[in-house]
Nanobody, 121 residues
Framework: QVQLVESGGGLVQAGGSLRLSCAAS????????MGWHRQAPGKERELVSS???????YYADSVKGRATISRDNAENTMYLQMNDLKPEDTAVYYC???????????????WGKGILVTVSS
């Protein structure tokens, strides 16, 4: 089992920056991929960014050029640095970690409880 706890959210003005953190605990050795998803009011949850094997990264078009994902394996923590924030970035951000078969052959996905980011115009 893996537990994920997000931090770093809050209220920020448009154009500002923040860094989200996701601390992982438990069977962290089982994690192959991690990512950030977000869900805005009235919208479906969407993938914002992901990092696989610590090096391969993905960014949604909506945040490309403004976000940087990273993972500190020693600290079992993943980060999402977001710059030039826009009101449309307002959402609950969820941390996700995937066991792609390292421990659970059928795979397993873990989620944090989410953290609110509000960008004021």
């Amino acid at each position: 089992q893996v537990q994920l706890v997000e931090s770093g959210g809050g209220l920020v003005q448009a154009g500002g920056s923040l860094r989200l953190s996701c601390a992982a605990s438990g069977d962290t050795r089982c994690i192959s991929a991690m990512g950030w998803h977000r869900q805005a009011p009235g919208k479906e949850r969407e993938l914002v960014s992901s990092i696989v094997s610590g090096t391969n990264t993905y960014y949604a078009d909506s945040v490309k050029g403004r976000a940087t994902i990273s993972r500190d394996n020693a600290e079992n923590t993943m980060y999402l640095q977001m710059n030039d924030l826009k009101p449309e970035d307002t959402a609950v951000y969820y941390c996700n970690a995937d066991d792609l078969g390292l421990c659970n052959k059928a795979g397993m996905s873990y989620w944090g409880k989410g953290i609110l980011v509000t960008v004021s115009s």
